[in-house]
């Protein structure tokens, strides 16, 4: 590429997850995670959204399931508070890693959702 040309910007990126049943998909995105149901979505194919985080939920295609998702969040120990009140069964409470504070869940499918804020700094 010269330099007199721009370069394409790239404006999101989306999973698309393989989902067996859309309404517990629905129950666990929308009922248990506050995410958003897109209005044009139907029972084969939707997608969900909180904030600048969005996800696509394909029934029975478009994949083998049982994907990693990474989520940005803002504070995950606030998150984290939150859905345990909401009764979300959480894979892995927030972790610090040297890339962020980091806690997972899992969808009823096996996908697993990474969800992480900024790594807290080393004790020592």
Same mark, same amino acid.
């Given at each position: 590429?010269?330099?007199? @040309?721009?370069?394409? $910007?790239?404006?999101?990126?989306?999973? +698309?997850?393989? !989902? &067996?049943?859309?309404?517990?998909?629905?129950?666990?995105?929308?009922?248990?995670?506050?995410?958003?149901?897109?209005?044009?979505?139907?029972?084969?194919?939707?997608?969900?959204?909180?904030?600048?985080?969005?996800?696509?939920?394909?029934?029975?295609? @478009?994949?083998?399931? $049982?994907?990693?998702?990474?989520?940005? +969040?803002?504070? !995950? &120990?606030?998150?984290?508070?939150?859905?345990?009140?909401?009764?979300?069964?959480?894979?892995?409470?927030?972790?610090?890693?040297?890339?962020?504070?980091?806690?997972?869940?899992?969808?009823?499918?096996?996908?697993?959702?990474?969800?992480?804020?900024?790594?807290?700094?080393?004790?020592?």
């Amino acid at each position: 590429m010269s330099d007199n @040309q721009s370069r394409v $910007r790239f404006e999101c990126c989306e999973p +698309v997850l393989r !989902v &067996e049943d859309m309404q517990a998909s629905l129950r666990f995105y929308v009922d248990a995670l506050g995410f958003e149901n897109a209005s044009w979505g139907s029972d084969d194919f939707t997608h969900v959204s909180r904030d600048g985080a969005g996800i696509y939920l394909c029934r029975g295609g @478009q994949g083998q399931g $049982r994907a990693w998702v990474w989520i940005g +969040v803002e504070d !995950v &120990e606030r998150l984290h508070h939150e859905y345990k009140a909401r009764g979300v069964a959480i894979r892995l409470p927030p972790t610090t890693y040297p890339w962020a504070l980091e806690m997972q869940m899992e969808d009823p499918d096996g996908n697993v959702l990474r969800l992480g804020s900024e790594p807290k700094p080393a004790l020592g």
